[in-house]
């Protein structure tokens, strides 16, 4: 392994910090969770960078981490540990921007691989200003970033510096969306995002709200007049319709073909929404703006080297600053229309293990049968039921149908968690 990364590395130009790491140093200066050494290499050379764990900021770094992984705010993790008079990385009160630092620079103590075990370097390029001599500095393309395994400098088990990875990348490019994106939205691009609102509001309405106590609560509709049914008095449901069939409905009644109607749901059901030509089309959309975009922002990247390298030394400082503050926003957009494309497309994706989906489907509809208010299976019915239409007629009740529709992508989102 190691005599892998070693000719891997001698093919790049870094050989003098590549030897470095090799030989135990990190480049960089002081950082948290690790004491310098002064030590000497075999040559009697100071070796630049040595370090070892210093077990009580360590402890620390653990701490974060954890609280991040269990999807605790930044804010509070900072709000704890100035209360416990814990002193920041470099001295002084905990900041957000500490731990998460740059989305476009890959900076922040949450990103720091060096606590995973490895050392990451060949991150920025430096160049210098044309005009007054200071270092600019530039993201390299991911590719070319350099890791090197340090397993000894290890502070967290993989698994937590992983899944903080994963929380970072969603937590930051959706809150950068939701700063950014507004601005340039089309009406269309505004309306999905109000549906999408709306459905995250429902499933944490599902979760949330204890009180809903009938699985059909708020979402039945009488199938003739497109009217909410809802409670009237004990027990009983009523369309407002003066007249309609869907009045004057008894809880036990509705409750038997609602769950009627739940249980239809099979896996010939999702394989029919997956294959349908309109969610093959988003899932099209998404590979297709996933891939167009990905060449964009190699793009971008290889037009601001380009510059770089054309920038003469009478070019002006403001001119550069401006060109370089717009291709960084770029970068970060198309890097967050990536996310959101990927994010996206587990929802169009027909998943696997469709047969545990059905199973756990089935296990909730015989639960509710023995108990149709289990708090529990209510709940998790009412995340996956988008709407359920009642088509009764009073003259002949045992023709009374309703139909259900589900939240699918729900479904499988809710099977997915452990
Ligand atoms: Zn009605």
């Known amino acids: 392994m190691n005599a892998l990364y070693f000719k891997d590395l001698l093919d790049k130009t870094h050989r003098g910090v590549v030897a470095a790491v090799l030989r135990g140093g990190v480049p960089g200066g002081q950082l948290y969770g690790y004491d310098l050494v002064h ?176 699985v059909f609560g708020g979402k039945l509709y009488c199938g003739e007049h497109d009217q909410k049914i809802t409670a009237t008095y004990a027990k009983h449901y009523s369309c407002p319709v003066k007249g309609c069939a869907n009045r004057n409905l008894h809880y036990d009644e509705i409750i038997k073909l609602v769950l009627d109607a739940i249980a239809e749901l099979d896996e010939a059901k999702i394989i029919e929404h997956f294959e349908s030509d309109e969610i093959q089309q988003v899932r099209a959309h998404h590979t297709r703006e996933i891939e167009r975009l990905t060449r964009y922002l190699e793009d971008l990247r290889a037009s601001i080297n380009k510059v770089i390298d054309a920038l003469g030394p009478d070019a002006r400082s403001s001119e550069i600053r401006a060109f370089f503050d717009d291709k960084a926003e770029q970068i970060q957009r198309t890097k967050l229309d990536i996310a959101h494309h990927k994010r996206e497309l587990p929802g169009s994706t027909l998943p696997r293990k469709l047969e545990n989906i059905i199973q756990r489907h089935q296990n909730l509809v015989a639960s509710l049968r023995a108990w149709s208010r289990d708090p529990e299976a209510v709940a998790c019915m009412r995340q996956i039921i988008e709407r359920l239409t009642l088509c009764a007629t009073s003259q002949n009740k045992s023709k009374a149908v309703c139909l259900a529709n589900f939240d699918l992508q729900s479904i499988i989102s809710t099977n997915k968690r452990p």
Not at 182 to 208: F, L, Y
């Open 39 to 214: 030590a000497l290499d075999e040559f009697g050379e100071p070796i630049r960078g040595k370090r070892k764990i210093n077990e009580e900021q360590a402890a620390i770094i653990r701490e974060i981490f954890k609280y991040y992984a269990e999807g605790r705010k930044l804010k509070h993790i900072c709000d704890d540990l100035n209360r416990q008079g814990i002193d920041s990385p470099k001295g002084g009160k905990w900041a957000s921007s500490s731990l998460v630092g740059s989305f476009v620079r890959q900076t922040g103590m949450l990103r720091q691989t060096l606590y995973d075990g490895f050392v990451t370097f060949n991150k920025l390029q430096y160049r210098k200003h044309p005009e007054n001599g200071k270092r600019l500095s530039i993201v390299r393309p991911e590719k070319e970033w350099i890791t090197v395994p340090i397993p000894e400098l290890a502070i967290l088990k993989e698994e937590t510096f992983l899944k903080v990875q994963k929380a970072l990348d969603e937590r930051s490019s959706m809150h950068m969306q939701r700063k950014l994106i507004p601005a340039v939205m089309t009406d269309e691009e505004r309306r999905d995002k109000s549906i999408r609102r709306s459905k995250e509001w429902r499933r944490n309405q599902a979760v949330g709200n204890k009180r809903a106590n009938a």
